[in-house]
């Protein structure tokens, strides 16, 4: 078994054993070597899970302990390891050089400490393990955050992935945000209205508002269902200047209009006073399209989604209850 491959056990990585007649030759007394293992934070869990995998191409920079003049570098290699080999006895400082990892991975844990290398063959060989991972940003930071990061967000579900046809899913905490293109973590299966999840994905926007694209979920809690926002037609249509963006909202009193079906969707025409919104029903809703008889007065809930022209419109989710006739 190679020395890298024996290190990269010590250090926890999960890697295959290629080379196991090879031996393992110790450093001379005198001379050590560092190993510095580094972990992709995948899941956003700030800890090694199974899901975590390896984290090549990571730079360290080694100095003397109160030194500030660069000795060596070093990269880490498809394992996941950045080694020092044949150090003299004396004390190191290592830090990770940040322009190797750039902005897409701020979290950052482990990378920079000291360590001693003195002359006793059991103490030769010092490791070291560093957690790097990608920002985790709150719903309204999301939603403020250019397009193309890579990020974390955490949220109770007010919609799921498997109750749109598109695998659209909506969250809430401290603000609303659509996720487009969800899909389940590897292993995972389900989410249901309440859940807390964490989702992974990249920011951007659909219809000038700002979404998570391609999301990968992952529940971690059950927590109750979120509370419908009371609002009225007129405040569904513009989702109050886009503050409602994503929001699961409840509207009562409303007056069915036109209805048409467009491609596997049916749209209903929802009015009060002078005002009017359009229902999008997704066909996994299976509507009983005759039940919308123009003039009948319905409550509904459902989460608001951008047009892009500036107002919204409201899509139930296949839910007891999400659409009542008087």
């Known amino acids: 078994m190679t020395r890298r491959l024996l290190i990269a056990l010590t250090l926890g990585l999960s890697v295959a054993c290629d080379n196991a007649n090879e031996q393992l030759a110790l450093p001379e007394l005198g001379q050590g070597t560092f190993a510095i293992g580094v972990i992709?934070?995948?899941?956003?869990?700030?800890?090694?899970?199974?899901?975590?995998?390896?984290?090549?191409?990571?730079?360290?920079?080694?100095?003397?302990?109160?030194?500030?003049?660069?000795?060596?570098?070093?990269?880490?290699d498809t394992l996941g390891i950045a080694m020092f080999d044949s150090l003299p006895i004396g004390r190191y400082r290592?830090?990770?050089?940040?322009?190797?990892?750039?902005?897409?991975?701020?979290?950052?844990?482990?990378?920079?400490?000291?360590?001693?290398?003195?002359?006793?063959?059991?103490?030769?060989?010092?490791?070291?393990?560093?957690?790097?991972?990608?920002?985790?940003?709150?719903?309204?930071?999301?939603?403020?955050?250019?397009?193309?990061?890579?990020?974390?967000?955490?949220?109770?579900?007010?919609?799921?992935?498997?109750?749109?046809?598109?695998?659209?899913?909506?969250?809430?905490?401290?603000?609303?945000?659509?996720i487009t293109n969800a899909t389940h973590r590897p292993g995972r299966s389900g989410n249901n209205v309440g859940d807390s999840v964490v989702v992974f994905g990249t920011t951007g926007s659909v219809n000038g508002q700002p979404v998570l694209l391609d999301g990968l979920v992952q529940t971690i809690a059950e927590r109750p269902a979120p509370v419908a926002i009371e609002v009225d037609v007129a405040t569904a249509r513009s989702a109050q200047d886009g503050a409602l963006d994503a929001a699961l909202v409840h509207i009562v009193g409303a007056t069915v209009g036109d209805t048409v079906t467009v491609g596997e969707e049916f749209h209903v025409g929802i009015a009060q006073e002078a005002d009017t919104v359009t229902m999008v029903i997704d066909p996994l809703l299976q509507p009983n399209k005759s039940s919308f008889a123009p003039g009948r007065v319905l409550e509904l809930r459902g989460v608001l989604v951008a047009n892009g022209d500036g107002t919204w419109h409201i899509k139930p989710r296949p839910v007891g209850g999400e659409v009542r006739f008087d």
Request: glycine residues 10%; without cysteine; proline residues 2%.
């Open 40 to 76: 992709l934070d995948r899941d956003g869990s700030q800890s090694l899970t199974s899901g975590d995998t390896v984290y090549s191409g990571a730079r360290f920079a080694l100095f003397a302990a109160n030194g500030t003049d660069t000795l060596r570098r070093a990269t880490t």
């Open 94 to 178: 290592y830090a990770i050089i940040p322009s190797s990892l750039g902005d897409s991975l701020p979290d950052r844990e482990g990378v920079e400490g000291t360590f001693r290398i003195i002359a006793a063959r059991d103490s030769a060989v010092k490791t070291a393990t560093a957690r790097v991972g990608y920002a985790s940003l709150s719903i309204a930071e999301v939603r403020s955050a250019p397009a193309g990061r890579r990020v974390f967000v955490r949220g109770v579900v007010t919609s799921a992935l498997q109750f749109h046809s598109d695998n659209a899913m909506h969250i809430t905490g401290g603000g609303n945000l659509r």
